[in-house]
């Protein structure tokens, strides 16, 4: 008898692999993940202590301090000290998401392990559709947000140390104005601890371009042209990265 013929029909036509049973500690966070995106444990609800967990789950309660503090880590519970503390819930939106990105991004920098180049690469890749986008979704209400930014922009000094902040909320509106509250989120974390202006080398010459390309993204953004206010975020970008120490 041939080899072939002596396999097991099913054997070359089932795709079935095994799986490693997931660690205690990953099914105690994964399940307590699973609640609270479900819905089992509402924004800023206590969850059982510790003790109450292990017995529920059969585990330790090292296991139990393990998956909550991963689950500190990823943003969804909070934990406080002392006889009336615990771990509760945090609430997850978007404005969540951009404080644990601007944590994370802030150590990252810290070490040192992110060039201005690569800075320079990330925000084009979220700036200039958010202006596009922004170009599409605005309100009145952005439009008069971006011109107030800019007419305290034309009052301010170069060396100002407001400038940054103008900078930041500029983009931070134009990034709502998008309407797409993940792509915020990141342009807001990116702002609040990058501050991409530090990497500039300023001077009068500069800071009046900056704000005439202000300007003029504000100018697409309110004809509701994506294609023009995409064009002015690159020239705008662009421009800086030129004039980068």
């Known amino acids: 008898m041939s080899t072939a013929s002596a396999m097991d029909p099913t054997e070359d036509r089932t795709a079935f692999y095994p799986e490693p049973v997931m660690r205690p500690r990953q099914q105690v966070e994964t399940q307590l993940r699973t609640a609270i995106?479900?819905?089992?444990?509402?924004?800023?609800?206590?969850?059982?202590?510790?003790?109450m967990l292990a017995k529920r789950f059969k585990v330790s309660r090292a296991?139990?301090?393990?998956?909550?503090?991963?689950?500190?880590?990823?943003?969804?519970?909070?934990?406080?000290?002392?006889?009336?503390?615990?771990?509760?819930?945090t609430y997850l939106d978007h404005h969540r998401l951009g404080e644990i990105v601007?944590?994370?991004?802030s150590t990252t920098l810290e070490l040192g392990s992110i060039s201005y180049e690569e800075l320079n690469a990330f925000?084009?890749?979220?700036?200039v559709p958010s202006a596009q986008l922004a170009a599409l979704n605005r309100s009145d209400e952005h439009i008069l947000g971006l011109r107030a930014v800019i007419?305290?922009?034309?009052?301010?000094?170069?060396?100002?140390?407001?400038?940054?902040?103008?900078?930041?909320?500029?983009?931070?509106?134009?990034?709502?104005?998008?309407?797409?509250?993940?792509?915020?989120?990141?342009?807001v974390a990116l702002h609040s601890v990058a501050r991409p202006l530090?990497?500039?080398?300023?001077?009068?010459?500069?800071?009046?371009n900056a704000v005439r390309h202000h300007i003029a993204i504000v100018a697409a953004i309110t004809s509701q042209d994506p294609s023009d206010a995409g064009k002015c975020m690159i020239k705008h970008l662009d421009y800086l990265r030129d004039h980068a120490m």
């Open 102 to 105: 601007s944590e994370r991004l």
């Open 37 to 51: 995106l479900g819905g089992v444990f509402a924004r800023g609800e206590k969850l059982p202590s510790e003790a």
């Open 198 to 208: 530090r990497f500039i080398e300023t001077n009068e010459e500069v800071g009046r």
């Open 63 to 89: 296991t139990v301090r393990e998956a909550l503090r991963g689950m500190v880590e990823a943003g969804f519970i909070s934990t406080t000290p002392g006889a009336t503390g615990g771990s509760f819930v």
């Open 151 to 187: 007419d305290k922009e034309k009052r301010a000094a170069v060396d100002s140390p407001e400038v940054q902040s103008y900078n930041a909320e500029f983009h931070r509106i134009v990034a709502e104005a998008s309407g797409n509250r993940l792509l915020s989120s990141f342009i």
């Open 123 to 127: 925000r084009t890749m979220l700036e």
